[in-house]
């Protein structure tokens, strides 16, 4: 499955990619500028060409109408008198032809500079085909190319003493619409042009600011392979206060997160070797002994006692591990309103009954008359650790005293005895996790993992654990805790076991 997904994957890198998307967006949209365009100035080329046919037929229509001669004021002796007079004042543009027919002689404007009247007047067949069209206007393809044309009718006017048939003159106006379809084309190549070196701009533009986004990725995946399990210091450089710097700070703490792992992990299996190497070293001597077969069976019982201890002594170590394993799962605690006196109180009666605390004396000190949310369960385990190494730092006939106290924010548990305390810097360092508390090879193994379960316990009640010593003034260990942090989310969790529980009652 993970190659499938790998094979599926683009190998083109994401700079391309995002230079390929701009260009290609950037394509898109200049190539539909440019067809609009060219589609734009082909039909002005037409409305142009209409717009001219049309000015210059009303103009016909209206000096035809008149029939007067400018220069003499006079009307006009004939139809070929009128159309040259009009002819005489036209001046056509480029690609325009003015032809005029009467008496079957054939009458063009001249000043063009194409000549295109003479290309029309002098091509017959084209004029006769027009001239004889029965539409007043139309649109031709030619040899010469798209040709409009529209034509108007000059009747000669009506009098008494007039004989014979009425003379007539025909006034053809003809755009050649091809030269200014060429400009046209030609600005649209121009535009198409101009548009490509846009395009080239934009794609260098986009690559170079691609890079400089990428870049600080690249920095991520250069940091990442420099990282490994042997140094986990490398963080990646933060500059500016953009998504991509919030990212790479995202990205240390997350390094942060992992490094302080690992060391926790290199410092939680150090103190399971230091802890499970010497009781198995002298289980192992003890075993020895115990094959002996001259060895007294006084002597062997008391072996056989002293392995035993060494593999209770075991046992508790792998319980405390594998409560530190369990301490950053959601359910490490169950949290509930309890009574903080209650608590102290059970289990001062428990270390009191205990067969394994002889000859100590336990005494509650204080007890607060509050309730708080908490795991009963982990507070005990946790003031069980502080108990036993009460008693591993006391001897026979001490006092060892249990309190609690309570305000309004946070409620705190202690355990307390007599003796010769602890310098201020050996107490800080027992809170450090997984440290030791002996300071030599002959001394207990200390409060090393005892104080990891107290702080795990203190931490997921998101409270602290807390040492209170000084040279002669004997030793008091406790965790405060907040009274009400935990409450939320044992009512989440209460809701969550009656929805459950009414969904299974339905069901069934």
């Given amino acids: 499955m993970a190659e499938s997904a790998e094979q599926q994957g683009s190998k083109v890198s994401a700079r391309l990619r995002i230079v390929g998307w701009i260009v290609l967006t950037t394509a898109l949209a200049l190539l539909a500028v440019t067809v609009t365009m060219r589609s734009i100035m082909s039909g002005q080329v037409a409305e142009a060409a209409n717009v001219g046919i049309t000015q210059e037929i009303e103009e016909f229509r209206t000096f035809a109408a008149e029939g007067l001669d400018p220069q003499t004021a006079r009307p006009f002796a004939s139809m070929d008198e009128l159309l040259e007079r009009y002819l005489?004042?036209?001046?056509?543009?480029?690609?325009?032809?003015?032809?005029?027919?009467a008496n079957g002689r054939v009458f063009s404007a001249h000043g063009a500079l194409d000549q295109t009247g003479v290309v029309l007047a002098a091509d017959a067949q084209l004029l006769a085909r027009i001239l004889e069209d029965s539409r007043t206007s139309a649109v031709y393809e030619t040899k010469y190319g798209t040709v409009r044309w529209a034509k108007a009718v000059a009747e000669e006017a009506a009098t008494a003493n007039r004989s014979g048939p009425m003379q007539q003159a025909q006034l053809v106006v003809a755009?050649?619409?091809?030269?200014?379809?060429?400009?046209?084309?030609?600005?649209?190549?121009?535009?198409?042009?101009?548009?490509?070196?846009?395009?080239?701009?934009?794609?260098?533009?986009?690559?170079?600011?691609?890079?400089?986004?990428?870049?600080?990725?690249?920095?991520?995946?250069?940091?990442?392979?420099?990282?490994?399990?042997?140094?986990?210091?490398?963080?990646?450089?933060?500059?500016?206060?953009?998504?991509?710097?919030?990212?790479?700070?995202?990205?240390?703490?997350?390094?942060?997160?992992?490094?302080?792992?690992?060391?926790?992990?290199?410092?939680?299996?150090?103190?399971?070797?230091?802890?499970?190497?010497?009781?198995?070293?002298?289980?192992?001597?003890?075993?020895?002994?115990?094959?002996?077969e001259d060895l007294p069976a006084v002597q062997r019982a008391d072996i056989a006692c002293g392995a035993q201890e060494l593999i209770s002594q075991m046992g508790q170590t792998l319980a405390d591990l594998d409560v530190l394993a369990h301490s950053g799962h959601p359910d490490f605690v169950r949290p509930r309103l309890v009574a903080v006196g209650e608590v102290t109180a059970d289990i001062a009666a428990e270390a009191a009954q205990s067969d394994t605390y002889l000859q100590r004396h336990f005494r509650i000190e204080q007890s607060a008359r509050a309730e708080a949310w908490l795991d009963p369960e982990r507070i005990t385990d946790a003031l069980r650790q502080l108990i036993q190494n009460a008693v591993a730092h006391t001897d026979h006939g001490d006092t060892i005293r249990l309190g609690s106290a309570a305000?309004?924010?946070?409620?705190?548990?202690?355990?307390?005895?007599?003796?010769?305390?602890?310098?201020?810097?050996?107490?800080?360092?027992?809170?450090?996790?997984?440290?030791?508390?002996?300071?030599?090879?002959?001394?207990?193994?200390?409060?090393?993992?005892?104080?990891?379960?107290?702080?795990?316990?203190?931490?997921?009640?998101?409270?602290?654990?807390?040492?209170?010593?000084?040279?002669?003034?004997?030793?008091?260990?406790?965790?405060?805790?907040?009274?009400?942090?935990?409450a939320s989310e044992a009512g989440s969790e209460e809701n969550f076991a009656e929805r459950m529980a009414s969904t299974l009652g339905a069901e069934s």
């Fill in 175 to 292: 755009q050649f619409t091809s030269g200014a379809q060429e400009e046209a084309n030609r600005q649209a190549v121009l535009l198409f042009a101009v548009a490509a070196g846009g395009l080239a701009l934009t794609a260098g533009i986009s690559w170079l600011v691609a890079g400089q986004i990428m870049r600080p990725i690249c920095t991520v995946r250069e940091t990442s392979a420099a990282i490994t399990a042997h140094d986990l210091s490398a963080r990646i450089p933060v500059s500016g206060r953009d998504d991509l710097a919030q990212l790479a700070q995202t990205l240390n703490a997350m390094l942060d997160r992992v490094e302080s792992s690992h060391l926790a992990q290199r410092h939680f299996i150090a103190e399971a070797r230091e802890h499970l190497n010497e009781p198995q070293r002298r289980l192992a001597a003890t075993l020895h002994e115990l094959v002996r």
């Fill in 88 to 101: 005489a004042r036209q001046q056509p543009m480029a690609g325009e032809a003015i032809v005029g027919q």
């Fill in 407 to 486: 305000d309004e924010q946070s409620v705190s548990f202690w355990v307390a005895n007599d003796g010769p305390g602890l310098d201020s810097e050996v107490a800080r360092a027992l809170l450090d996790t997984y440290r030791s508390g002996g300071t030599g090879t002959d001394q207990e193994p200390g409060m090393g993992l005892g104080l990891a379960v107290v702080k795990a316990v203190a931490q997921a009640h998101r409270g602290t654990a807390w040492v209170e010593s000084g040279p002669g003034a004997g030793a008091r260990f406790g965790l405060s805790l907040p009274r009400l942090a935990l």
